[in-house]
């Protein structure tokens, strides 16, 4: 097994972090530098920073952001949000990511996961796939875009497996129906994504306790671990849910 990794993640609008339940009723979680430092001091493998209403106010990722993130920490920053086309994915990384994450985009046009994967490499390609349960989809969940606001009338297993196919290199599911909610990832969902992929996926969306997250390696399938509310509120640190890995039997990155 292939050893587990904490990302936790940066949702951000208006330059501070926020965190809502099921994308909305957004509230302030904190200043997004304080906390990409104390996550990197707590031992977090990985960071996401996801601006969460660049594709539904029609702009680009702020990059000022990135940069000011991305200088305090030494550990791989994904950023997300209102990605449209290869020279966007040139400036987020000379703005100091590691990776990026598209979503609306590539949904749009899929052949920019291809073209990104052969100028980038496969690894700094990440699709984010947003779902929900629609009982009329193959595999009961339909694809949606736009921060979660528009279906797409696409099953979203699918499009999981296509995005594969056409070069990501990670997977990042996150199911409508759990996010923000604490009531744990939706591992029905995560766990169809990855029986349908060979490629690392995030598990996303509703942690709140400890053996959520040990239930999204074991149940769900998952190898990379992200969360937002438990530790911007500091319910737990990236330090206890490692430890909390560890004493269940799984390897975790050190």
């Known amino acids: 097994m292939k050893a587990i990794k904490i990302m936790p993640c940066l949702d951000m609008k208006d330059g501070r972090v926020v965190k809502g339940v099921h994308f909305v009723d957004l509230k302030d979680a904190g200043d997004p530098v304080e906390n990409a430092d104390l996550y990197r001091k707590e031992g977090a493998d990985e960071l996401a920073m996801l601006d969460i209403a660049a594709t539904l106010e029609n702009r680009k990722t702020r990059l000022e952001w990135v940069k000011n993130v991305a200088s305090v920490i030494d550990i791989p920053l994904t950023v997300g949000g209102g990605i449209s086309d290869l020279e966007d994915i040139d400036l987020l990384l000379e703005a100091g990511a590691h990776k990026v994450s598209m979503n609306s985009a590539a949904v749009k046009r899929p052949s920019l996961v291809g073209d990104a994967a052969k100028k980038y490499g496969s690894e700094r390609i990440t699709v984010a796939v947003d779902a929900r349960r629609n009982p009329e989809m193959p595999s009961g969940f339909e694809l949606v875009v736009a921060g979660g606001t528009k279906p797409v009338g696409k099953d979203a297993i699918a499009w999981a497996a296509q995005c594969e196919e056409l070069g990501a290199g990670i997977i990042l599911p996150t199911s409508m129906d759990g996010d923000g ?74």
Do not use: C, N, W
């Open 181 to 254: 909610t604490l009531a744990g990832y939706d591992l029905e969902f995560t766990k169809a994504v990855s029986d349908a992929v060979s490629v690392p996926v995030v598990a996303s969306g509703g942690a709140g306790k400890l053996e959520h997250f040990y239930d999204a390696v074991v149940t769900g399938g998952a190898s990379i671990l992200l969360a937002a509310s438990v530790f911007h509120y500091r319910t737990f640190t990236v330090g206890q849910v490692k430890e909390y890995l560890k004493s269940r039997g799984l390897t975790v990155a050190s």
